[in-house]
Nanobody, 124 residues
């Protein structure tokens, strides 16, 4: 079993920045990918970013490309999502997830474990 704990959400104004953290504990895979997703009220959960633990390779949704950056600290089993130039449409509950595979993908169903989510609210 893997436990994921997100933190760092909050209420900010448009144009501000936030950094989300996702700490993994429990069973650890030797090679895995972490994904970031978000879900706004009344909408489906959508892909935001993914990062490979081993290679650090990242991939982003078009809606956040150039504004969000994912990184990882392998010693701490923690991944981060730096969110800059936040917009009201970024408001959502943000989730991290882990996939037992080194390649990150965009599909929700491909991830094996999920965190509880952290609320990000961006006011205009």
């Amino acid at each position: 079993q893997v436990q994921l704990v997100e933190s760092g959400g909050g209420l900010v104004q448009a144009g501000d920045s936030l950094r989300l953290s996702c700490a993994a504990s429990g069973r650890t895979f030797s090679r895995y990918a972490m994904g970031w997703f978000r879900q706004a009220p009344g909408k489906e959960r959508e892909f935001v970013a993914t990062i490979s633990r081993s290679s650090g390779m990242t991939y982003y949704a078009d809606s956040v490309k150039g504004r969000f950056t994912s990184s990882r600290d392998t010693a701490k089993n923690t991944v981060y999502l730096q969110m800059n130039s936040l917009k009201p449409e970024d408001t959502a509950v943000y989730y991290c997830a882990v996939r037992d595979h080194p390649l990150g993908v965009t599909r929700v169903t491909e991830y094996d474990y999920w965190g509880q989510g952290t609320q990000v609210t961006v006011s205009s």
